[in-house]
């Protein structure tokens, strides 16, 4: 029998050993670092991002304007004008986030999103008070693409001057809204960053709440399961409103969807208002428009009164300066 | 200058064919545009044009409804050629043969020297494709597109579009991901602007699933793989549209001439040999195996190879046995009886068999769908999955909506604008008819129609105020109206909530309560196929129009 015999120096055996142990020092420590570091996997606390975005009141000034007209744009105008101008709530440098409805797939005149034309207006008068950026955007519930393409916002936005940006699901962090039901929830990363946020809602009906107005916009900041929130919506709008507190609002009435909302589709539900309500104070706006075309009084919506019992506003528009105008 | 070597040109033919038909596949969404407001959506690009060049979905179209469906007349462009010139498409311009001849040029340890010259010589299992071909025409005439389970194009489309781009866009994002939460300013610089490029070129809007994904993948790895052991093993043995050219390039006039006289038997055209057609010398030619990818006439030392018109020398055609054509027969004449024998054709309809809008009727359905998947790529909002068991066997891969997943959006019929074959008939925006009043509709588009589990539903089971399905519904009046009740919930309190109810006059099926119904898992309402407006046995109602 021949065996294959090795010849081993001892400085190769001493080298070879070396080698092992060094691997095994190096296999033991690594376990031993890993083994301290083993915990019960959380999700990562949600980042407190509360910040108003509201501007002094001034008495000299009305709290809502109520415009009447035929261009939709020129509505825009006359509507900031009455308020005292862009300037008093835009200032140069600012990053301005504009909020329309974006989030069904369908045409201007169907009125399920905001009219193209006042999203447009307000683009400019931002751009003209020396905003820095001014950013369009709006989580969807349709298709995005087809949502922003058809609703006419993006191409509109886009030519007078604004970033128009289709959510990414990388774009949503993980937020403490710090309201009575709702604390932590995805939100659109925008929405912590910006210095204003202009709402620029549409006056549709909803089965739920009889109507959907500013402070439903709200929805479209949030990722994450928001079909959830229907189930106490009163409690949710509020909580909502109190987190984003916009510098302004403008509630699209120039075409109302009167039945089948939030999405219609159509036309026969559609009624011409040819009027714009924008103001410092949503609540009172919410609870003016509910009973301007709805007739709902505020008892039959809840979340006014509970929205002014957390000092959002007033539900008591009558009280409010008002500026009504036909053009 | 001197002219580029032929198989040069070859080369940048198939780089350039391979390209187009990536590039059309990734077009093969709609991404949306910020200039057009255009309120009918289409896409820009002709994305299934490679189909409408394929002979082979042609002639089954043609053979299972007795007609040519929009564009397929161009394969013409291909087939009159191939009868003159041979199997150029498989060499020069057929993207999945591409990808096989890429993958064949890897150099395995079983695939070199003596082994690979002898893999590369004439087999008779080559004519494997022959019969596969044999049998899927003859099914097609009983009236069945499965042609589509082999077509190239089809398996193309299916593996790379539903299977290898979803995963690619995947690791794309997830390495993305980890690069933009660097803590690194620079690096979230580099990753932003990776991702911006990535975006414009290949990245999804949205990260997209389908079912059997992974199955469909595997094949497609599996079939490629095969080049590791056999040369383009798919283009040799099993492809029917290969198989189809071959039959028609029986009467080619260009062939290759050999000169026996130069042949010092050095083996080395069959190197390179990518068809399996013996150009060697001493050994007749097998024309209709042959690509006409020129590698043998470059390759030989002697010039003793070169293809030219009526070349005057005997080649072999297409190798049949005649008990092998028979077996194709009738496996042919078999599978479409065999299948619908089953329960599920004609009985026991499977209740989620949830066809695209604008397709066609069962059975005229899957005379054409040739199971691609381009309607499914295409599919805004991912609703469209390949069937596995809802269509029964022979439906396996065709598509179905899963309103789970996603649902049929309301004016969108970009899946009826890019089916090849006619299956799901193009449909206008107006055609579907969902943005009006659907009950006074002329003939709405219907997939299903909806209904409740009221154990499972908040309002009707929990006392819970919910309606996202009303919310969401479409159409206008909508069909799910809500009826106020008083409850009394768990601990005694009387409460008002609404529940829904289901119109069947205005419900589409379009599936947007059941995406939208926040009880996650199993919805609280659900659409089912019965309803649906293509088929006449598969109603509920005796009238479901209303007014």
């Known amino acids: ?327 | 200058m001197r002219f580029p070597k032929p198989t040069k040109l070859r080369t940048l033919s198939q780089i350039v064919f391979f390209f187009l038909f990536l590039f059309l596949l990734l077009r093969t969404e709609f991404r949306g545009s910020l200039t057009a407001s255009a309120s009918e959506i289409r896409l820009p690009y002709p994305v299934s044009l490679f189909f409408q060049f394929d002979p082979l979905v042609a002639i089954s179209n043609a053979l299972s409804s007795h007609a040519l469906y929009r564009g397929l007349l161009w394969s013409m462009v291909v087939l009159i050629p191939t009868m003159f010139l041979g199997r150029f498409f498989c060499g020069w311009i057929c993207p999945l043969g591409s990808i096989h001849h890429f993958f064949s040029s890897f150099i395995s340890e079983r695939k070199r020297g003596k082994q690979l010259i002898d893999s590369n010589r004439y087999k008779r299992w080559q004519t494997t494709k022959y019969y596969l071909l044999i049998a899927s025409l003859v099914a097609a005439v009983f009236g069945t597109g499965i042609v589509g389970w082999l077509d190239p194009f089809s398996l193309l489309v299916r593996s790379v579009g539903l299977s290898i781009l979803p995963a690619t866009n995947h690791a794309l994002r997830a390495s993305l991901g980890v690069l933009e939460h660097s803590r690194y300013p620079f690096v979230q610089t580099v990753s932003g602007a990776l991702h911006f490029i990535l975006g414009a070129l290949l990245l999804s809007f949205k990260q997209p699933h389908f079912r059997l994904g992974i199955w469909l993948g595997l094949i497609f790895v599996f079939l490629v793989a095969l080049n590791f052991r056999i040369t383009r093993f798919w283009c040799r043995a099993l492809c029917p549209l290969g198989a189809l050219l071959g039959i028609v390039s029986r009467w080619s006039v260009l062939g290759l001439v050999k000169n026996p006289e130069h042949c010092n038997d050095c083996n080395r055209c069959l190197l390179r040999c990518q068809g399996g057609d013996d150009p060697i010398g001493g050994v007749p030619w097998h024309q209709p195996e042959c690509h006409l990818c020129l590698n043998c006439v470059d390759e030989c030392p002697e010039h003793g190879l070169r293809f030219q018109f009526f070349p005057g020398q005997k080649a072999v055609g297409v190798d049949l046995q005649r008990r092998k054509v028979l077996t194709g027969l009738a496996a042919g004449v078999a599978v479409v009886p065999l299948a619908r024998s089953t329960s599920g054709f004609a009985t026991e309809r499977h209740e989620r068999l949830l066809r695209p809008p604008g397709a066609l009727d069962e059975e005229y359905f899957l005379a054409r769908c040739i199971r691609c998947g381009e309607c499914m790529k295409v599919c805004p909002n991912n609703a469209l999955h390949p069937a596995f068991s809802e269509a029964g066997i022979e439906g396996l891969w065709t598509p179905v909506l899963v309103p789970r997943i996603g649902y049929c959006e309301t004016s969108c019929v970009l899946c009826s604008q890019v089916c090849p074959t006619g299956a799901i008939w193009e449909i206008t925006e107006r055609e579907k008819g969902w943005s009006v009043d659907v009950a006074r509709a002329d003939k709405p588009i219907r997939l299903g129609t909806a209904f409740y589990d009221r154990g499972r539903c908040l309002p009707w089971a929990m006392a819970t105020e919910c309606i996202v399905c009303e919310e969401w519904c479409p159409t206008s009046p909508k069909a799910i109206y809500l009826q106020p009740v008083e409850m009394i919930d768990a601990t005694g309190n009387s409460k008002q909530v609404k529940q829904p109810y289901l119109d069947p006059s205005h419900c589409v099926g379009c599936g947007a309560c059941e995406y939208a119904c926040p009880v996650q898992d199993r919805p609280a309402v659900y659409v089912t196929s019965v309803g649906e407006s293509r088929s006449r046995t598969n109603q509920i109602l005796l009238n479901r129009r209303k007014g």
């Open chain 1, 1 to 327: 029998m021949q065996s294959d015999s090795i010849h081993l120096s001892r400085r190769d055996a001493l080298v070879k050993l070396l080698r092992v142990a060094g691997a095994g020092a190096g296999a033991a420590g690594l376990g031993l670092w890993l083994s301290k570091h083993s915990w019960r996997p959380e999700p990562a606390l949600a980042m407190a991002a509360k910040r108003g975005h509201t501007i002094a009141t001034d008495p000299k000034l009305p709290e809502m304007a109520v415009i009447t007209g035929d261009d939709p744009a020129q509505l825009t105008r006359q509507a900031v004008e009455e308020l005292g101008g862009i300037r008093r709530f835009i200032a140069r440098g600012d990053i301005v986030l504009v909020k329309p409805n974006i989030g069904w797939d369908r045409t201007p005149e169907q009125a399920a999103n905001t009219n193209p034309d006042v999203v447009a207006e307000v683009i400019r008068q931002c751009s003209n008070a020396g905003a820095k950026r001014v950013i369009v955007t709006d989580v969807s519930c349709n298709d995005p693409r087809r949502c922003f393409q058809r609703s006419g916002i993006a191409e509109a936005a886009r030519l007078a001057g604004a970033e128009v940006v289709l959510p990414d699901p990388a774009m949503f962090k993980d937020v403490d809204l710090q309201g009575e039901i709702l604390r932590a929830w995805p939100v659109l990363d925008l929405f912590l960053n910006a210095d204003k946020i202009i709402n620029v809602p549409i006056a549709k009906h909803h089965s739920l709440t009889g109507t959907t107005l500013g402070m439903k916009n709200w929805y479209g900041m949030l990722g994450g399961p928001r079909h959830l929130l229907h189930q106490r919506i009163h409690e949710s709008l509020v909580d909502l409103a109190d987190f984003v507190r916009p510098t302004l609002t403008i509630v699209d009435c120039y075409r109302i969807l009167a039945r089948n909302g939030p999405t219609g589709g159509n036309l026969q539900d559609v009624i011409l208002k040819k009027t714009l309500v924008a103001g410092t104070d949503p609540v009172a706006l919410d609870a003016y428009v509910a009973k301007a075309y709805w007739n709902l009084e505020v008892s039959s919506l809840p979340y006014l009164k509970m929205a002014a019992n957390r000092g959002l506003g007033t539900y008591e528009f009558e009280k409010v300066r008002t500026q009504i105008k036909t053009l």
